[in-house]
Nanobody, 126 residues
Framework: QVQLVESGGGLVQAGGSLRLSCAASGFTFSRYFMGWFRQAPGKEREFVAGVHWSGDSAMYADSVKGRFTISRDNAKNTVTLQMIRLKPEDTAVYYC???????????????????WGQGTQVTVSS
């Protein structure tokens, strides 16, 4: 079955960096647009970044542009989120997920993606 396993989260001071990884299995990874999302306590899950199935293009939420970089390795079925200059407002559980249909992408609403992994906690202290 489809599995998404996120890792790399932790506690970091403001201005620091983290690198999140997502290992995918159970589907043809190279055919799916992949997204990173986050959910802070009491808030809705929000789109952070996404990468085309070929890896040739990416998109970012305005709040993370210039600080986060998404990439993928289709040979290893992994998608990575490099985060620099972290801010306390980046604190959340981070999730990766495939777009629900292969070789397609419509919009970054969370309901367009899935299934979901267990997430990895990122905490940025001020």
């Amino acid at each position: 079955q489809v599995q998404l396993v996120e890792s790399g989260g932790g506690l970091v001071q403001a201005g620091g960096s983290l690198r999140l990884s997502c290992a995918a299995s159970g589907f043809t990874f190279s055919r799916y647009f992949m997204g990173w999302f986050r959910q802070a306590p009491g808030k809705e899950r929000e789109f952070v970044a996404g990468v085309h199935w070929s890896g040739d293009s990416a998109m970012y939420a305005d709040s993370v542009k210039g600080r986060f970089t998404i990439s993928r390795d289709n040979a290893k079925n992994t998608v990575t989120l490099q985060m620099i200059r972290l801010k306390p407002e980046d604190t959340a559980v981070y999730y990766c997920a495939p777009y629900r249909s292969p070789n397609s992408y419509g919009d970054p609403r969370p309901e367009r993606f899935g299934p979901w992994g267990q997430g990895t906690q990122v905490t940025v202290s001020s």
